[in-house]
């Protein structure tokens, strides 16, 4: 198998992988006792049920943006291994990604301080776990 093969193949199964897993965590994050007490507030607008199979295409096509993105920030992100490249980019994307929409739903919405708490800190986690895949098993492609 010629060595650009081998790289798309990496890239596809990893962005395949992130994005089962970003799928995986958004359900342990939300569909938990904890999360549905601290986002009751959300009750009156929440669905009674979610559409799984249009939800895994998303998270999905989540992981081969992101998969796609750290591929072409790698060489531009802070840190001499791949780990740390990793994790550089795991912050940046919790700060568009999360941070700022925390700030944005704290501005306009009337959500309990500990919901705000509670989506920075899993948001980050999540982002975390990403970006370590992406670090460690992008390491040399594309």
Do not use: C, H
Not at 65 to 93: H, W
Not at 121 to 136: C, D, I, K, Q
């Amino acid at each position: 198998m010629r060595r650009d093969q081998t790289k798309v193949i990496r890239y596809t199964v990893v962005s395949i992988v992130s994005g089962v897993l970003f799928g995986a965590m958004d359900g342990l994050i939300y569909a938990n006792p904890i999360a549905e007490n601290l986002y009751e507030a959300y009750g009156p607008i929440r669905k009674t049920s979610v559409d799984v199979f249009a939800g895994v295409l998303i998270d999905i096509a989540y992981g081969f943006v992101l998969a796609g993105a750290f591929l072409l920030l790698r060489r531009s992100l802070p840190g001499q291994k791949n780990l740390a490249k990793g994790i550089a980019f795991a912050l940046m994307i919790w700060f568009f990604r999360v941070v700022m929409s925390v700030a944005s739903t704290w501005m306009t919405l009337n959500l309990p301080a500990s919901a705000l708490v509670y989506a920075l800190l899993t948001g980050l986690a999540e982002m975390l776990v990403l970006g370590v895949l992406y670090g460690v098993a992008l390491k040399s492609s594309i």
